[in-house]
């Protein structure tokens, strides 16, 4: 290269309630690292927000994606997604010059978009809908957390499904092939044997732990379960009725404009997306339903990288390429 | 009298999630004390099982009810609806001779309607529909506890109205009259000023708390307000799940047997009430529907004094009347 990229490198951070995902490029857009860690994961830690808000979940996500860059000369180091990190979650080699690029959670799903303006429905571990007219107005509904609110979201599944689960023996109408792989969920939750649904429910679970629910869902769904495809598009039906007072409210029945798909859910349940686009296009027609196939985290840095100093002109140009390159690689 | 009362009493006690009721009768089923606590109460307790049935409450409503025993020579207390009472809920000078009667949460309701088959359709802070058919067999579903089960109870709906609270301002139609007793009454409960909602969700409400916002809900649905209805509709709905699975695993569509309601919401809200009856015959349309007017503290009684020593031949017909007796004074 006759143009070295200069010691300058993006460390982009994407908090769920259910996982952390962490990426470094360096300033001419390029991956230099990534590490994740989630609910799933035994080094992930526990919390009101959610097992992706502990500070545990994060320091693990951001060691395996900093370790690369360990060995190399970080002049500055671009924090995009917060607007602030605790003292001791990056090693002290790379805290010489931070610059934080805090980023709204509408504002990746945007940015993958490449859209200026449009809907961000979000259906992950909590679920909101984001709106934004041409003119720059700005509708954002729900995100009031679990049992409040965050309609459609996956711990909305995830509660479905379990009281779905307790319901499966009253008659033959319930019956559900999630009954055993939710039971077993929940057991490991508590690393308890034998542990009922009642007492889990009675002590108020963890919401990642239930948000985590929502992958069995999904696939039993997939796989002909009448009960769970019925719960993916309850869930749908939360969610769009959210949807349907940021549309009323923003006046965009008619709007020509993007809409994405965010979160885990909404991203990766074929189902789930297909009932709420569905129903969508009876609310306003002209939306554009998008799904985009980067990581979450990648938005955020593009969202962040348009106000950082000594990056690349193509930045955001060469960051995209290396997921449509994958994705060419992976058919 | 020629034939005096013999020192014999009988203790009743209804606990459910909310409140306790208390009743001491004497020999002839005369009523002797009566004392209540609830989550209204500040003498009541808070517990995982809901205000009713911490000790707190349970010694409250007792004390209330026995004073006037304490003058008195007691020779037996039968404990109506207990298999035990922890050691220091009676006054020492009651508990000389104690005899236990436990009662199945379905039997005071059924003794209520001097029933020996029939439905049970429960919804107070918890819910469950029990069913028995003439010849014995029985099924009883639900009564899993607020999040996992209770569909239809007073916790559900007080669930419901939070969340419907959360989105009134969201469009319009969501407009409702519960959004500022709903708010106020939470804040009560943190006695915190200024106390958002979505605080107090986040810390997972007493279930006793957001079950007493059913009154509210069926005060203001009973007022005009449509979304407090549809709450109550909604809920009732729930209830009558339950009650399809009870009448096809019991093989009741044609029963021509009682169908009782039980627990504060079922007894006292007519919206609630009327919307199950009038599903509920679509389902069973020869079942009787029936709301028994006593307290349901005098369904435990009932219920417990066919197997009690040393009362009165006609107990239960003195008992029954003490009420329509009130019930023709009140009109």
Redesign the interface.
């Known amino acids: 290269m006759t143009d070295p990229s200069p010691p300058i490198y993006v460390l982009g951070l994407d908090s769920g309630g259910t996982k952390t995902d962490c990426l470094v490029v360096d300033a001419s857009g390029a991956i230099v690292g990534q590490g994740s860690c989630s609910v799933h994961d035994a080094a992930s830690g526990r919390g009101?927000e959610g097992a992706g808000r502990s500070l545990e979940t994060l320091r693990e996500a951001v060691r395996r994606a900093t370790e690369p860059l360990l060995p190399m000369r970080v002049d500055t180091l671009h924090i995009a997604g917060r607007a602030s990190l605790p003292d001791d979650i990056l090693d002290r080699r790379l805290t010489e010059n931070l610059v934080y690029h805090p980023v709204r959670e509408c504002e990746g799903p945007m940015a993958l978009a490449n859209a200026s303006a449009g809907v961000v429905a979000l259906a992950g571990t909590g679920a909101f809908v984001y709106g934004r007219t041409s003119d720059g107005r700005e509708l954002c509904?729900d995100a009031?957390?679990?049992?409040?609110?965050d309609s459609g979201s996956a711990f909305d599944i995830g509660?479905r499904a379990?009281?779905a689960v307790?319901?499966a023996h009253?008659?033959p109408r319930?019956a559900t092939t999630l009954v055993e792989p939710v039971q077993r969920a929940c057991q490991q939750f508590h690393r308890k044997e034998g542990m009922g649904?009642?007492e889990y429910?009675?002590e108020?679970p963890d919401r990642s732990e239930v948000a985590s629910l929502a992958r069995i869902v999904d696939a039993h769904a997939s796989s002909g379960d009448g009960i769970a495809r019925r719960i993916l598009e309850e869930a749908a039906d939360g969610l769009l009725e959210?949807f349907?007072?940021v549309v009323?409210?923003l006046d965009m029945v008619d709007a020509d404009l993007p809409c994405i798909a965010a979160g885990s859910v909404a991203r990766k349940s074929r189902i789930y997306w297909e009932r709420f686009s569905d129903r969508a296009a009876r609310i306003a027609p002209r939306l554009r339903m998008i799904v985009p196939t980067p990581p979450e985290v990648v938005g955020v840095i593009l969202a962040a990288s348009r106000t950082m100093d000594g990056i690349a002109a193509d930045f955001a140009l060469r960051l995209r390429y290396e997921y449509d390159k994958d994705k060419d690689q992976h058919g």
């Open positions: 009101a509904l009031l957390g679990p049992l409040l609110g509660l379990i009281r307790a319901r009253w008659h319930h649904l009642v429910m009675l108020c959210t349907r007072d009323a409210g």
